[in-house]
């Protein structure tokens, strides 16, 4: 059983994360050809940031066959939620009208998100 305290994963351990919530279950090969897509990575890095993310409790390993399969251990949301935080705390004085500000100034949103964004502020202000 995973303790309470948060480990935060490494900006690697981030991108085998996103391939493992996206996959949900996933051999080292296919996670690696899928990092292997966008960056330059060698097979035995990734074996070891996966052992090394089990030890941690960051993914679970099912060993009971000859290939390994690996789950995320953590979920997308909480993972997420933890790190936004962080960064809120981190960056933006605490501040997550700063941090959207920001983000809305630098990237041009769809009108669907726009319309999401909004729908958001609505129920916010309903509270």
Known sequence: MASTKYIKPTESELEILQVLWTKELASVREVH?????TKDVGYTTTLKLMQIMNEKGLVRRDDSVKTHIY???VSREKTQKHLLNKMIDGLFG???TQLVLQALGNHKASEAELEEIQRL??????Q
């Open 71 to 73: 789950q995320a251990a």
């Open 33 to 37: 050809e899928e990092l292997s897509k």
């Open 94 to 96: 605490g501040s997550p």
């Open 121 to 126: 502020l609505n129920n916010l202000k309903k």
